[in-house]
């Protein structure tokens, strides 16, 4: 089949490793003709073309700054989108013929894209992957009110993609229930859970945790709790500091924040001036090397702002669980990220509003170590028997086979 993928991610090299890369050459291994139309932002110089790597043909399209950028240029880019990936699929693609249309959130300005490439390939499958459920996540998140032009205009947005939506693949059972409670007009046979996942490396494991602690001056003795990822109002930093400055002053466990994001310099300067000893702070780092950091920790955080309504499913518990670490996810109410773990038995939950709550987490760990391992070995059965990238590819594959 010729498929192609609309996103926002910047894709360059097919090789790398992430949820989108990761299903991409799951559909060119499987004798798939793949296009995928990205951003080319203006920060990096380059003009729209269409170049081919390793079986796979790139779209680049030139685009205002999108990311690490301010509000007004990236909501001016987002805006700008649809009409920018418009032209250039019409002046680059338009003698193919698609059989399946793949987009991700964000962004919801994807709308007259899959329309007017549902319009010249009617017999072609529309797939959208739900990873962001905007604007509800901004209006949670106070950045404007549902009774503002803004919420309007993207609501507008994104009901009309749900509408030229085929299927819908969500993230966790909890996002396929709120997206037909919040969308009535969507038949719930086409909504279902088609989450985050990923291919495995060959040899995910390394065997030297004492030179990749003793290279990133962590301690050897104790536990320690990692998280990585970005660091944006999205995770609640602020409780995030707040947990932090709580257990500063222990002494049997160690912990770890790797990322970066709007609100880093917030983390950064209360790591300054706190000067904590029991924590280290990194900026971004490179994904080999943040890969072969997590490996060396034990357990893996998770962290969402308490406001949220919507059920985010970050993929950041990926990486943890791939490394056959339990995790601790501090979150809102509504999210199942939490829940399943627990369920599973792979991680504790707690409600992000309460550093006591977090720190009981903590301790479960520091008192009972031995159960590190096993929780950890059931976090990795549970990746391979839900997050593995056949598991999403064969959802979306089993709309369109004959």
Request: overall charge positive; proline content about 5%.
């Amino acid at each position: 089949m010729n498929i192609l993928f609309l996103t926002i991610s910047r894709i360059q090299d097919i090789d790398s490793r992430d949820i989108y890369t990761d299903l991409i050459r799951k559909f060119r291994n499987e004798g798939h003709l793949v296009y995928v139309v990205t951003p080319y932002e203006r920060q990096f110089g380059l003009q729209t073309a269409l170049t081919e790597s390793k079986g796979v043909y790139i779209l680049g399209v030139r685009t205002l700054n999108l990311q690490k950028t301010n509000i007004i240029e990236k909501g001016i880019g987002t805006i700008l989108l649809e009409t920018q990936f418009n032209k250039a699929i019409k002046k680059h693609l338009n003698s193919v013929t698609f059989d399946l249309i793949l987009y991700s959130t964000p962004p919801i300005t994807f709308t007259n894209v899959v329309k007017n490439l549902k319009k010249k390939n009617p017999q072609a499958i529309s797939y959208l992957l739900l990873k962001d459920i905007f604007p509800q996540n901004a209006v949670d998140l106070g950045m404007f009110s549902k009774n503002s032009l803004f919420y309007w205009y993207f609501r507008k947005k994104e009901t009309h993609l749900y509408r030229h939506s085929d299927y819908i693949g969500c993230m966790s059972p909890a996002n396929v229930e709120f997206v037909i409670r919040h969308n009535t007009f969507i038949p719930p046979e086409r909504v279902e859970v088609a989450p985050n996942s990923i291919e495995l490396s060959p040899s995910p494991f390394s065997s030297d945790k004492t030179k990749i602690r003793k290279k990133y001056h962590l301690p050897k003795d104790k536990l320690v709790f990692i998280y990585g990822g970005n660091l944006g109002k999205p995770q609640g930093i602020s409780f995030l500091i707040q947990c932090l400055n709580v257990n500063k002053q222990r002494n049997d466990c160690h912990f770890l924040i790797v990322g970066n994001g709007t609100e880093y310099p917030k983390l950064k300067s209360w790591f300054d001036n706190t000067k904590p000893q029991n924590i280290s702070l990194f900026s971004g780092l490179p994904k080999e090397e943040y890969d072969e950091l997590v490996q060396s920790c034990d357990i893996g955080l998770i962290f969402l702002d308490y406001r949220f309504q919507i059920p985010n499913y970050p993929s950041r518990l990926l990486s943890y669980l791939k490394y056959k670490m339990p995790i601790i996810a501090a979150t809102d109410v509504n999210t199942d990220i939490g829940t399943i773990a627990e369920k599973n038995g792979y991680g504790y939950w707690c409600e992000s509003n309460s550093t006591a709550h977090f720190t009981e987490c903590i301790n479960k760990f520091i008192q009972y170590p031995e159960s590190i391992k096993k929780m950890g070995e059931k976090g990795y059965q549970f990746l391979l028997n839900n997050y593995l990238i056949e598991n999403t590819y064969q959802k979306i594959i089993a709309h369109i086979k004959v």
